[in-house]
């Protein structure tokens, strides 16, 4: 099946389309290696907020996210954390790491 790939901003959302696609999907992918470099622990709390419980973006329950180098504040947020695994790639030397969770 064809996959489409769509830009929009998950804190302010300025159109319709981009709500119902967190609504409507069932998996999210967020890759955030670049852009968490420098946060302790690579926390992502207004990212947590954004498509947790009540957020202006929020995924339905069931939905899986996945965040490339980056960490939910999974339980303050409606999410359970499925696990991580570590990647090695010369791009984001020596790894990354890609964390799973659930919408609850």
């Not at 470099?37 to 996945?66: D, F, N, Q, W, Y």
């Not at 490339?68 to 790894?95: N, Q, R, S, W």
């Amino acid at each position: 099946p064809d996959t489409s790939l769509y830009l929009g901003n998950v804190y302010q959302p300025n159109d319709t389309a981009i709500k119902r696609l967190f609504s409507d999907t069932t998996l999210a992918i967020c890759f955030a290696t670049t852009w968490s470099t420098g946060i302790p622990g690579r926390k992502l709390p207004e990212l947590s907020k954004a498509l947790g419980k009540g957020g202006a973006c929020e995924l339905h329950h069931g939905a899986r996210l996945v965040i490339m180098d980056g960490v939910l504040d999974y339980k303050k947020d409606g999410f359970d954390y499925c696990g991580e695994l570590k990647l090695t790639c010369p791009d984001t030397a020596p790894y990354s790491i890609a964390r799973m969770y659930t919408k609850l």
